[in-house]
C-alpha cells in the first residue's frame, strides 16, 4: 500500500478553477505512474488522468483541454488543474497507483462541488 492523501477540493462556480493535490509516502513514487479518478453521485468511479513516471499525460474526453495533471518527484505531489469547471465535474476525486488499484485500496478522496 501507498499512502496518498487528496487536497484542494472545494466549492466554486462554473467557469472556475480548483487545483488538486496528491501527497505521497514512500520511496516508490518516482517509478510508478499516478491516475486521477472520480464519482459522482450515483454514478461509476471513473478515470480522469493518467501520468506517467517521465510525466507523459493521458486524458479521459470529457476533461481534455481542461484539466492538466501533473507531477513533482522531489516533492512525491501529483496535482490536477481543473479549468472551465462544469456541474458535471462535480464528485468526489481520488488519486491512485498501480499497487493500490491492484490491491483494492482507496483513500477518501476531496469533494469538488460546482454551482450553476
Known amino acids: 500500500q501507498v499512502q496518498l492523501v487528496e487536497s484542494g477540493g472545494g466549492l466554486v462556480q462554473a467557469g472556475g478553477s480548483l487545483r488538486l493535490s496528491c501527497a505521497a509516502s514512500?520511496?516508490?513514487?518516482?517509478?510508478?505512474?499516478m491516475y486521477w479518478y472520480r464519482q459522482a453521485p450515483g454514478k461509476q468511479r471513473e478515470l480522469v488522468a493518467t501520468?506517467?513516471?517521465?510525466?507523459?499525460?493521458v486524458y479521459a474526453d470529457s476533461v481534455k483541454g481542461r484539466f492538466t495533471i501533473s507531477r513533482d518527484n522531489a516533492k512525491k505531489t501529483m496535482y490536477l488543474q481543473m479549468n472551465s469547471l462544469n456541474p458535471e465535474d462535480t464528485a468526489i476525486y481520488y488519486c491512485?497507483?498501480?499497487?493500490?488499484?491492484?490491491?483494492?485500496?482507496w483513500g477518501q478522496g476531496t469533494q469538488v462541488t460546482v454551482s450553476s
Open positions: 491512485n497507483t498501480n499497487l493500490n488499484l491492484r490491491l483494492g485500496y
Open positions: 514512500g520511496s516508490i513514487f518516482s517509478i510508478t505512474a
Open positions: 501520468i506517467t513516471s517521465s510525466g507523459i499525460a
